[in-house]
């Protein structure tokens, strides 16, 4: 009773982990499938469970998606509903499985002589069909649905019949290897048919390894607590995974075996190999979040179990041979030749594979690895299956856009399997190519494709050994297959990229760096060109860490203003100023980037670009250059009269300023210039005043100073520059007084104060600016309280 309310409050409350609630469900099937169970008291339970499966609120059994599944657990026909049609079934919850287990029974005669006797053989039995009853050896199998079987096995260790369990389970994994056996000759005899289509509908919807029912766990868990406990232990009931803690302390034997095995075989070993045949399966990629991550935790968790064994070479052996029927087995392993497009990736599984067999059988490890890299999911061009015939365990998947969660993840694992492989190959050249090969075939992610080049550079630059050049050209060579995958999309760790890139090719050596200068337009983007590989490379640093020559640094130097002035072709707005950096040393080069910026100065240039080449140019000592770039600029230059805080303004103080120094025909012409591209009063008068100062070229081009007179304000160009700025001060007086307020009044009295300082500048100003206030107190009598201030300050 107490059982039934907490897995039935269980039902209504939301908060609970939909992993509670599946190990409701097992637990259930556990239940009642129990081998002593009376039938009332299964009627009992599942007339409880009906009512529990019928609430809205019970959550499907994979989390967020209808599993649409037949009615598996029901392999026998013992039942009546065993034929139900399962178009018409509703989706399937987490207590499904024990509602159906309520239709299995144990009174098949070969299961109960399975379960009762360790002497249960037929050894004159020949009937080698599919199914059955006992294989070659006469030793006994059993054909159902593996999970189902497995949760028998599960029910007899649960009520007390570990013994009964253990001949049961070993009698599935007898059955499961019997089963691999002819799927492999089963391949062999329609292999050619199948390469030859290189795609296949083989596979299994209902996967092992992440099952709600732990099949495997079950089998695996039973085997090796008989490995270590003794006959009298088997009384009573000890659960495994309880005690997984304390594994690194116990010692697992290969205990002497049960009749049913090969010689030298035990239950370790059995527990091994039915993990290793589950964890290698050939089955789909469930649908729905919950299911996704739970094939990842099961299969981390199985793997974690394994890792805690210590092989010997009767292991070993069984390694060998699963890797080999895995690699032979076609589609029906998830490490075979063809596989189905949504197949579970073995990545995780391999790795665990490689580091077991790399001491022992490197050949083998590096064959099982580099076949599990694929990801075939992500592959464009990858059929989704053969759907046109069906298979005794083919499942016709209908086609569709699968959406797996736990993808990320996947090509972490992925990522980390091609890492584990690059370690282990240091030093041996035909192996890092290989893997170099499977990761720039197989690797879609040009983040994990940039972590596996910084891992290989690591480890071919570790400070206790001279750097491996095999494996820093492997590092380069991804990175090159970084920087062509990001080159035309968003990445917010491109800079990051580049420069290792740039490292990178720099410990590989010199010809490295000339060949991604050469090929730049493949790799970078012109300004990463620029600024970031042709600075670098020319920089003291560079030089001295590749201990380069005068004749070695010249035609480096010579690959990076080639780049720069491609570059500065390409893209003038962004890489014309670092083109003329890079290319100061060498005449010919600087004048043609300069002519570059020329070219590109009327159309594709800004303001701002040209203003800040044209002060480099005077820094370098070319004033005359920068004098022309500064008149280019003023040219794409617009203030208003408003703008009297505008970034620009002093640039164009500056080009002024530089214009007066270089003479009076500079200054003529850049003031035209100014006049109409300024319209900012304040500013105006700013250079005004600066003009009127010194003299034109007082101050002129090697530092001599000339002689002359001031220039005269009613002479041009000043002429021009004054009366531009008086109208500038009177057209931005009207435009003040149409929006002004009482709190701006003393502001606007300040800058008519400002008008009048330049008014008075012209010979006639006084008469002018008089003219002009008494036309301001016409037209804007209506502000009184304004226009008394102005006669107050002005009269």
Same mark, same amino acid.
């Given at each position: 009773l107490s059982l039934k309310l907490v897995i039935g409050c269980c039902i209504f409350n939301r908060k609970h982990n939909l992993a509670i609630f599946l190990k409701s469900g097992a637990l259930w099937m556990c239940i009642v499938l129990n081998p002593h169970c009376k039938l009332e008291q299964k009627a009992s339970w599942l007339k409880q469970l009906k009512k529990w499966n019928s609430v809205d609120v019970c959550p499907w059994e994979d989390g967020n998606h209808g599993n649409e599944l037949p009615n598996l657990t029901n392999a026998l026909p013992q039942g009546a509903n065993a034929n139900q049609d399962s178009s018409n079934r509703p989706h399937r919850t987490v207590f499904t499985r024990a509602i159906e287990a309520c239709d299995l029974h144990w009174q098949d005669s070969h299961l109960q002589h399975i379960i009762s006797s360790d002497l249960y053989t037929n050894y004159c039995y020949h009937d080698d069909t599919e199914n059955s009853l006992f294989d070659s050896h006469g030793w006994p199998l059993w054909h159902e649905h593996v999970p189902t079987a497995c949760a028998r096995v599960d029910a007899l260790r649960s009520h007390g019949y570990p013994r009964e369990a253990l001949r049961l389970a070993i009698?599935?994994?007898?059955?499961?290897?019997r089963q691999q056996q002819k799927q492999l000759e089963m391949f062999r005899a329609q292999k050619k048919e199948l390469l030859h289509k290189g795609v296949t509908s083989i596979t299994n919807l209902e996967g092992w390894v992440g099952h709600p029912l732990d099949p495997i766990g079950t089998l695996f868990s039973s085997l090796m607590e008989a490995c270590r406990v003794d006959d009298e232990s088997f009384h009573g009931f000890s659960d495994f995974t309880e005690n997984m803690g304390q594994c690194k302390s116990l010692e697992y034997q290969h205990l002497p075996a049960h009749k049913f095995l090969e010689e030298g075989e035990s239950y370790l070993t059995l527990a091994v190999e039915v993990a290793l045949i589950g964890l290698g399966q050939q089955r789909i990629m469930p649908d729905g979040l919950y299911a996704q991550e739970k094939v990842c935790r099961n299969e981390e968790q199985l793997i974690s179990k394994l890792q805690e064994i210590e092989l010997d070479d009767t292991l070993v052996k069984i390694f060998r041979k699963q890797a080999v029927f895995l690699l032979e087995a076609g589609p029906y392993s998830?490490?075979?030749?063809?596989i189905h497009r949504e197949s579970v990736p073995m990545h995780t599984f391999a790795k665990y594979l490689f580091t077991s067999l790399l001491p022992h059988d490197a050949e083998l490890a590096y064959k099982t690895a580099l076949r599990a890299m694929r990801l075939l999911v992500l592959e464009?061009?990858?059929? %989704?299956?053969?759907? #046109?015939?069906?298979?005794?365990? @083919? *499942?016709?998947?209908?086609?569709?856009y699968p959406r797996w969660f736990t993808l %990320?993840?996947?090509? #972490?694992?992925?990522?980390?399997? @091609? *890492?584990t492989m690059l370690t282990a190959a240091k030093g041996d050249v035909r192996r890092l190519e290989t893997v170099l090969e499977s990761i720039q075939k197989n690797i879609h992610s040009s983040s994990h494709i940039f972590k596996l080049a910084q891992d290989a550079f690591k480890i071919a630059t570790l400070m206790d050994s001279l750097p491996d050049i095999t494996l820093l050209k492997v590092s380069l060579e991804l990175g090159l297959q970084v920087m062509r995958m990001t080159l035309s999309t968003l990445n917010w760790r491109r800079r990051e990229m580049v420069r290792w890139l740039v490292t990178c090719a720099t410990e590989v050596g010199v010809y490295a760096l000339d060949s991604i200068m050469q090929s730049w337009f493949t790799l970078f983007t012109p300004t990463e060109a620029t600024s970031i590989v042709a600075t670098t490379v020319m920089s003291n640093s560079t030089i001295v860490r590749l201990h380069l020559d005068c004749h070695q640094q010249e035609k480096l130097a010579g690959s990076a203003r080639t780049l720069a002035l491609q570059c500065a072709m390409k893209d003038p707005q962004n890489c014309a100023l670092s083109a003329l950096t890079l290319c100061e040393k060498d005449h010919i080069a600087f004048e043609t980037a300069y002519q570059i910026v020329l070219d590109a100065a009327t159309t594709g240039m800004s303001y701002s670009q040209l203003f800040t080449i044209a002060r480099y140019m005077e820094h370098r000592g070319y004033p005359m250059r920068a004098y022309k770039l500064a008149t280019l600029a003023m040219t794409h230059l617009n203030l208003s009269y408003n703008q009297d805080t505008h970034p620009a303004i002093n640039d164009v103080l500056w080009a002024c300023a530089l214009s007066h120094s270089l003479g009076k025909n500079e200054l003529a012409a850049i003031i035209p210039l100014v006049v109409k591209s300024v319209k900012c009063a304040t500013v105006l008068s700013d250079i005004l005043r600066r003009c009127t100062l010194t003299t034109p070229g007082m101050v002129g081009l090697h530092g001599r100073r000339n002689s002359g007179k001031l220039m005269s304000l009613d002479k041009a160009p000043l002429r021009q520059l004054l009366d531009a700025t008086i109208g500038a001060y009177i057209n931005t007086t009207h435009s003040r007084l149409t929006h002004i307020s009482p709190r701006h009044y003393s502001e606007f009295?300040?800058?008519?104060?400002?008008?009048r300082e330049t008014f008075l500048m012209a010979h006639d100003g006084h008469i002018q600016f008089t003219q002009f206030i008494d036309n301001l107190k016409q037209i804007y009598k209506g502000k009184k309280k304004l226009m008394m201030l102005v006669r107050e300050r002005f009269g």
């Open positions: 009698a599935i994994v007898n059955t499961l290897r998830g490490l075979g030749e063809v464009s061009t990858a059929p %989704s299956g053969d759907m #046109s015939r069906p298979h005794h365990i @083919a *499942s016709v998947v209908p086609n569709r %990320s993840h996947i090509e #972490s694992q992925q990522c980390e399997l @091609a *890492s009295i300040e800058f008519l104060s400002k008008a």
